[in-house]
């Protein structure tokens, strides 16, 4: 009864993707895109994601540069990052660590997030966002997942008018993901006053 009830809720939980990515492929979700710290956004979601490493003995910390504003809707952004941890996880060796980089430039936001795994063959890059697509590492080993997950977080970068995209780790080996969506930059500062302007003024 037990496998039956997980089996259930898999199939509830596919047919669910498939909703959410026949809406999003049809551009009937609307998400509300609004200004956002991405630096606070990810502290909380540091929170879980150490959580969740340790669960699955690996490692994950993250870091942050620039300042400025993303134009996102949280919770979205969460859905992507999540489901890119899942796939770090599954790829990852047993104490892999995981690092999540992020980098706020002028008017994009750009993550990244690299794994210690096997990797992914290079020609299975631009397909590796599609349906029901499963990866396999380097070593042939199908990794663990439904295949919705990559095309799940393309459809929400998509409609945030952003961008996703794979590449090879920093040790020529690992699998790196990658999405950019637009930011807004901080407003300019106040020029700063001289000694003379400071002055008060009087009248004569």
């Not at 794994?115 to 697509?133: C, L, T």
Request: charged letters at 25%; glycine letters at 8%.
């Amino acid at each position: 009864m037990q496998t039956l009830l997980e089996e259930l809720t898999r199939v509830n939980s596919t047919i669910d993707e498939l909703l959410f990515l026949s809406r999003a492929e049809s551009r009937s979700i609307t998400l509300e895109l609004a200004p956002h710290d991405p630096a606070g956004l990810l502290a909380n979601f540091n929170v879980d994601a150490q959580v969740l490493a340790e669960h699955h003995g690996v490692h994950f910390s993250y870091s942050h540069e620039g300042a400025g504003l993303a134009l996102c809707e949280p919770r979205w952004v969460r859905r992507v990052l999540l489901n890119l941890l899942s796939n770090a996880i599954n790829a990852s060796p047993p104490g892999g660590n995981i690092r999540l980089r992020s980098r706020l430039t002028g008017e994009l936001w750009r993550v990244e997030i690299e794994d210690e795994g096997a990797g992914v063959p290079s020609s299975e890059y631009e397909h590796i966002f599609d349906r029901f697509v499963r990866l396999k590492s380097k070593d042939r080993q199908r990794l663990e997942g439904s295949g919705l997950g990559l095309a799940i977080c393309r459809g929400i970068i998509e409609l945030h008018k952003g961008r996703i995209l794979a590449e090879t780790g920093s040790n020529g080996r690992a699998l790196r993901v990658v999405f950019e969506i637009p930011a807004q930059p901080p407003p300019p500062q106040a020029p700063s006053l001289t000694p003379d302007e400071l002055a008060p003024v009087t009248s004569r």
